[in-house]
């Protein structure tokens, strides 16, 4: 870890609020742990508190507090909601922490085609802006409630997306406004629809998981919203689930924009809470999209054929958009209602797989943690996952009756078992970033070589490692 020198809080304090104003940087202990907590780390000693949480309006204020924080060497932290599952925005060192909620703007350009977005702007705010102006809008994490768009872009999720059919934001955004780790402010990318070819540093900031930068602005470009059809298919046993995507991609089906999986024990909760129908089984539950609603029906009943050839008992094309938004919040709040029911806290992996090996992998997904010491006590896990965009998400619910030690063990096995898993099937994590937790895994899929240049451009950027510091470890 990182070593950086001591300061008076109320000197850091003091020369923040030079900055951004009294109003906007404080060291009231409500904001403090409410800004350093996260998933991984929910429990801080006072004495490791951040100095201050400062809410910068603008690029300006941005540049002059990463400025402040050089000249004394304090790092910086960049908060949105703090929803981020790979630990890359989690708080680590005594610093400042800099909370993007004030740079919320939404700035509409239709006749250019584009629109741009603060990245303190919630995601569920964000779309239902768009689509009141009949846009889509392309991220759509579980948190997407309380998730900005700032670590959404820094992350580079399309979350629940099927990523074949409407692509990641970076396939979106046409540039972005950043701050470096030292305090230049860069514009990058185009105003054109037609995004930059060659050089262009846009795509550090959009996936950058936070190393490069602190995003101040994201210039989108706007797609029109397409028409929908839904459907939901039961089953007796999961393989079938899996066999249906299988063949939807190697029979070249147009892929939907959802296709969720969740198993009949972590359905249940759920189904209950929307008063539906007792699953059967498994289920898996989807949303085509086309130019006309008959182009996204016709899709969705391709693919219904297929789940009828697969073995499914039940198949639903659904008209009903009240039942649809019923079972759709049944699966999105899936794990916060296992793990209530239960009367414990969920942490989950992601396991990602090829087209080819998908039922191999939805195996492995069903008994993961089995052959481990802790997590084989938490046994059968729940199972739910992004299905049409080849992910699964085993899911444990870690215990109140639990010591800490016994939860912070089931957390260490979650990331090892993750990372075998995906290394076995060539893939990566598609959703929650590389870095933090995962940075073990980044270097043993991609290598030494691989990970020792990303640290070098790390230091290019922030030659003293304030902004974010060790997301890339040492050892």
């Not at 908060?79 to 060192?93: E, V």
């Amino acid at each position: 870890m990182s070593d950086y020198p001591a300061y008076e809080a109320s000197e850091v304090l003091a020369g923040v609020q030079k900055i951004v104003g009294e109003k906007y940087a404080t060291a009231s202990m409500p904001e403090r742990i409410n800004n350093s907590v996260g998933i991984h780390k929910v429990y801080l000693e006072k004495k490791d508190l951040p100095y201050v949480v400062a809410r910068p309006a603008n690029a300006q204020e941005v540049s002059q507090l990463m400025i402040f924080a050089n000249e004394r060497h304090i790092p910086v932290f960049v908060r949105g909601s703090g929803t981020s599952l790979s630990g890359a925005s989690d708080y680590r060192h005594k610093g400042i922490v800099l909370n993007t909620g004030r740079m919320n703007h939404v700035r509409m350009y239709q006749d250019n085609g584009y629109v741009e977005l603060g990245p303190g702007r919630r995601c569920q705010e964000a779309m239902d802006i768009l689509e009141k102006e009949g846009y889509f809008f392309p991220m759509h994490p579980g948190s997407v409630r309380i998730a900005t768009v700032g670590g959404v872009v820094c992350n580079n999720t399309s979350a629940h997306v099927v990523d074949p059919r409407m692509g990641k934001p970076k396939d979106y955004i046409l540039g972005v406004e950043a701050v470096t780790p030292s305090g230049e402010i860069l514009d990058v990318g185009t105003k054109s629809l037609r995004r930059a070819a060659g050089l262009d540093l846009t795509q550090l900031f959009v996936g950058g998981d936070g190393l490069f930068g602190v995003i101040t602005n994201v210039r989108m470009r706007l797609e029109p919203l397409p028409k929908y059809a839904y459907g939901v298919a039961f089953f007796e046993e999961g393989r079938g689930t899996a066999r249906s995507v299988q063949r939807m991609y190697q029979e070249r089906l147009t892929p939907p924009l959802f296709l969720e999986y969740l198993d009949r024990r972590t359905a249940l909760p759920g189904f209950e809470v929307q008063k539906l129908p007792t699953p059967p089984g498994p289920l898996i539950l989807f949303q085509f999209a086309g130019h006309t609603e008959a182009d996204a029906i016709a899709q969705c009943d391709a693919f219904l054929d297929i789940t009828k050839q697969e073995g499914a008992i039940n198949t639903i094309a659904i008209k009903d958009l009240d039942y649809w938004q019923r079972v759709w919040t049944a699966r999105a709040s899936s794990g916060p209602f296992a793990a209530q029911k239960a009367k414990g806290l969920i942490i989950s992996a992601e396991i990602m797989s090829t087209v080819e090996r998908l039922v191999e992998c939805y195996d492995d997904a069903v008994v993961m943690g089995e052959d481990m010491p802790t997590l084989s006590k938490l046994c059968p896990n729940y199972l739910y996952g992004h299905l049409g965009a080849l992910s699964f998400h085993p899911s444990f619910v870690l215990l109140s009756t639990m010591s800490d030690e016994e939860k912070v063990n089931a957390v260490a096995e979650v990331f090892k078992k993750e990372a075998e898993l995906n290394i076995k099937y060539e893939t990566c994590g598609a959703e929650w970033g590389q870095t933090g937790r995962r940075a073990t895994f980044y270097r043993q899929r991609y290598g030494e070589v691989n990970y020792s240049l990303i640290k070098k451009m790390k230091a290019a950027f922030d030659p003293n490692n304030i902004l974010n510091p060790d997301v890339l470890p040492d050892d």
